[in-house]
C-alpha cells in the first residue's frame, strides 16, 4: 500500500502523468518558511534571484526541513521508490502584477537524466490560483517521451535557459494546477506544462523540488551533485550535498557556489549537444 497517495492517485499519476493536490503543511508552519524568505531578500536588498534561487536547499536550513520532510517524501516514495537523491531544486517568486511567466516545457530537457524518471513536488508557499499563474499542463503528454525544445530571449521567462518546446502538442485540453499555501502537486519529468503571469494580488511562491531515484544517472561528462535524502545510495552516481547548517553562512555559500557552478556547465553541455544534435 502507497505510504501517502491513494492507489487513485498514483494511478492517475502513471496515466495523467500529475497528481494535484496534495495535503502536507499547515497554515502557520508555511508561513513562517515564506517570513524567513522575504527575511533574507529584505537582509540582501533584493528579492530571490537567479543566484539563490537554483539549489537553495544548500543555503538555507528551513529550505532543508522542507525536502526532508515526511509528508512530501512519502508521496514520492509512493512513485519511485524509497532510495531517493534530491537532483535540482528551483524557486520561483512571481510577483503580483508582473509579467514573469514560463514557457512551455519538459523538467527533462538538459537534466541528461538516464532514465528520465524525476519526479518534481512543487510546495507550495503561498496560495497559487489559477489567476495567480498556476500550473498549467497537458494531461498524458508525459508519455511522449523527450520533444525538441529551443531557446528563447525573454527576460520575462523564468526558466534559466528559455527553453520551449519547439513541437506543436495539441494543448485544448490542458488542466491546471491550483494549490493552497502548504499543499504540493507531483509531476512527471516529461509532462508538458507552463504557467502564465500572476494576475493576483499578492506573490507566488513555490519550491519545484526535483526527486530522482538513487539507480539514475546523470549521463553529462560534468559530474553533478545530488542530496540523499531517503534510504541508501548503492550505486554513487552522484557527488553528495552537504546539509546547511547556518543560513547562508560563508560554508553554505561556497559550497552552494560550486554546486550551482557544476549544474550550470552541465546543463550548457546538454544545451549545445541539443543544438549539434539539430544541426546534423
Not at 26 to 50: I, N, V, Y
Not at 121 to 143: I, N, Q, R
Not at 198 to 217: E, V
Request: contains cysteine; charged residues 25%; negative net charge.
Amino acid at each position: 500500500m502507497p505510504k501517502k497517495l491513494t492507489p487513485e492517485q498514483v494511478e492517475a499519476y502513471a496515466r495523467d502523468g500529475f497528481v494535484c493536490p496534495v495535503d502536507a503543511f499547515s497554515t502557520e508552519r508555511t508561513r513562517a518558511w515564506r517570513d524567513r524568505l522575504e527575511s533574507f531578500e529584505r537582509a540582501q536588498g533584493q528579492k530571490l534571484t537567479r543566484g539563490h534561487n537554483f539549489k537553495p536547499h544548500l543555503l538555507f536550513p528551513w529550505v532543508d526541513e522542507i525536502v526532508h520532510s515526511p509528508e512530501v517524501l512519502d508521496a514520492v516514495e509512493d512513485l519511485i521508490g524509497p532510495d531517493i537523491r534530491l537532483f535540482h531544486l528551483s524557486v520561483w517568486p512571481k510577483d503580483a502584477g508582473s509579467g514573469a511567466y514560463v514557457s512551455w516545457h519538459q523538467d527533462a530537457t538538459y537534466f541528461a537524466l538516464e532514465p528520465a524518471c524525476h519526479v518534481t513536488a512543487w510546495v507550495a508557499l503561498t496560495d497559487a490560483p489559477v489567476e495567480a499563474g498556476c500550473m498549467e499542463v497537458v494531461p498524458g503528454s508525459h508519455k511522449l517521451g523527450q520533444l525538441p525544445h529551443a531557446e528563447m530571449q525573454d527576460p520575462e521567462n523564468l526558466l534559466s535557459r528559455g527553453q520551449e518546446l519547439a513541437v506543436d502538442v495539441d494543448r485544448s485540453r490542458t488542466a491546471f494546477m491550483p494549490v493552497k499555501a502548504g499543499q504540493f502537486s507531483l509531476h512527471h519529468t516529461h509532462l508538458v506544462h507552463n504557467s502564465r503571469p500572476n494576475r493576483s494580488n499578492d506573490r507566488r511562491i513555490g519550491l519545484g523540488i526535483s526527486y530522482i531515484p538513487t539507480w539514475a544517472r546523470c549521463t553529462s561528462p560534468t559530474r553533478v551533485s545530488a542530496m540523499l535524502v531517503r534510504g541508501e545510495d548503492k550505486y554513487g552516481h552522484f557527488d553528495d550535498e552537504r546539509r546547511p547548517v547556518e543560513e547562508a553562512g560563508p560554508a553554505e555559500r561556497a559550497f552552494h557556489a560550486e554546486a550551482v557552478d557544476r549544474f550550470r556547465k552541465m546543463n550548457v553541455e546538454q544545451t549545445d549537444n541539443a543544438v549539434a544534435v539539430v544541426k546534423r
